[in-house]
């Protein structure tokens, strides 16, 4: 059995669990509601403020899963209770970001603006035009927001240009020498 599966989540009072007959486990917190659909080799059941997940059968795939999905639902747990969070840092001459509506505007040295369209479920807040929050409920999606965003200009290690993560670090790189 999995270390990781076979420890309980503990859950406060604001938090709602329930799961349905097809094995879907759903947490309602005070903004958001998360659903885990959960593999039917692995079992799961609630019990006075704790989710608990047993094994069906012993075989190395339902072991792997059971630590899979008890993490997926501790996530799916902290996500309606605090939420998480990526922030961005924009780097170079003329990179700035502003949120308008449902839309990231983003100047990043292209001959044209970047229109990043913000998907439900993730707010997105701009701070001195260079700093970019990422904040939602859903753990993998607020990862993959702010990967594509990053991804529209990585930071490059000769002048560190570029969207970098807030605790990423650049390594620079010498430029060429000065001549003879």
Known sequence: MSRVGRAPIGFDSKVQVSITPDNVVVVKGAKNTEKVKVRPEIGVSVNDGEILFSVKDGSKATRAYHGL?????????????????????????????AVSGKKLDLTLGFS????????????????KQTKISITGSNKGLVGQVAARIRDLRPPEPYLGKGIKYDTEVIRRKAGKSAGK
Do not use: C, M, W
């Open 69 to 97: 999905f008890r993490a997926l639902v501790q996530n799916a747990v902290t996500g309606v209770t605090s939420g998480f969070s990526k922030n961005l840092e924009l780097n170079g001459v003329g990179y700035r970001a």
């Open 112 to 127: 044209h603006p970047i229109e990043f369209p913000i998907p439900d479920g993730i707010e997105i807040k701009v701070d």
